[in-house]
Nanobody, 124 residues
Framework: VQLQASGGGLVQAGGSLTLSCVTS????????LAWFRQAPGKEREFVAV????????DYADDVKGRFTISRDNAKATATLQMNVLKPEDTAVYFC??????????????????WGQGTQVTVSS
């Protein structure tokens, strides 16, 4: 199983980035896909999740209204559209695949497979 995250970069505050997570080796349509992020000196934190049933989506409170998660089961790919970026969004972003109960969707420990991370840096 492989998850390949890409799309990170350097952007000014207020700008946008689109992260992609291309997967292989798993039955993508049966997995929930999540994005987590980790800033220097901080713990990894939940950003967004989309369940295998795309009507189930959730976001961390501080990204609601700015970030949009989506998936393309035919391409085995998940995307995180990030708008109105803030300096506090600076972190390494990871995609993860798993089958958590909905109540555990924000817990990193319930995700089986992880990508390598992509750096997002937002300058003020």
């Amino acid at each position: 199983v492989q998850l390949q995250a890409s799309g990170g970069g350097l952007v000014q505050a207020g700008g946008s980035l689109t992260l992609s997570c291309v997967t292989s080796g798993l039955t993508f349509s049966t997995y929930s896909l999540a994005w987590f992020r980790q800033a220097p000196g901080k713990e990894r934190e939940f950003v967004a999740v989309i369940r295998h049933i795309s009507s189930y989506i959730d976001y961390a409170d501080d990204v609601k209204g700015r970030f949009t998660i989506s998936r393309d089961n035919a391409k085995a790919t998940a995307t995180l559209q990030m708008n109105v970026l803030k300096p506090e969004d600076t972190a390494v972003y990871f995609c993860a695949a798993g089958k958590p109960a909905w109540g555990a969707r924000a817990m990193s420990s319930v995700y089986y497979h992880w990508g390598q991370g992509t750096q997002v840096t937002v300058s003020s």
